[in-house]
């Protein structure tokens, strides 16, 4: 006599139940992830790096659809201020801009963050930035002066 469990197809039970893990209902959802870009969001209190992209779905309703790798290494991450971390297709370097305007360029070198822990290092440079007067001061103090004079008369805000 066959069991249950020899006759039951678990994989297709686990599509009925789930039928596409990485691809959740925002709204039921939302108070379980953190914005950290423009449409892009990461799980609480998980403690791996997991990104999740806010789409619109066909249904009308809004999907949090679940990211890896590289479709995320191609994506910017951009706080809710104007500062932008961009990655190069390498994974080397980062690019530092405010409203689109380059200002520096963080090599992986220099900075020691390798390939895999790049979007660490992105993300902690926007985070930073965003809530720390002090270390936005100490990056404008960093540039060279005729940089330094153009971005504060360009973008007033940053003294």
């Known amino acids: 006599m066959e069991t249950l469990e020899e006759t039951l197809d678990w994989t297709k039970l686990a599509e009925d139940v789930v039928p596409d893990a990485d691809k959740i209902p925002y709204e039921p959802n939302k108070h379980l992830f953190t914005k950290v870009a423009f449409d892009v969001f990461q799980l609480n209190n998980v403690p791996v790096e997991s990104y999740w992209i806010l789409e619109d779905g066909d249904d009308g309703n809004q999907y949090l659809v679940a990211q890896y790798g590289e479709e995320l290494a191609q994506e910017s991450l951009e706080s809710k201020s104007h500062w932008l971390a961009l990655v190069d297709r390498d994974k080397k370097n980062v690019t530092l801009a405010y409203k689109n305007e380059p200002i520096q360029r963080f090599a992986s070198t220099e900075y020691k963050f ?46």
């Open 114 to 159: 390798s390939e895999e822990d790049i979007h660490i290092f992105q993300r902690t440079l926007i985070e930073k930035l965003s809530s720390d007067k002090d270390f936005v001061d100490k990056l404008l103090r960093s540039q060279p002066e005729e940089k330094r004079k153009m971005l504060l008369k360009q973008f007033p805000e940053l003294v």
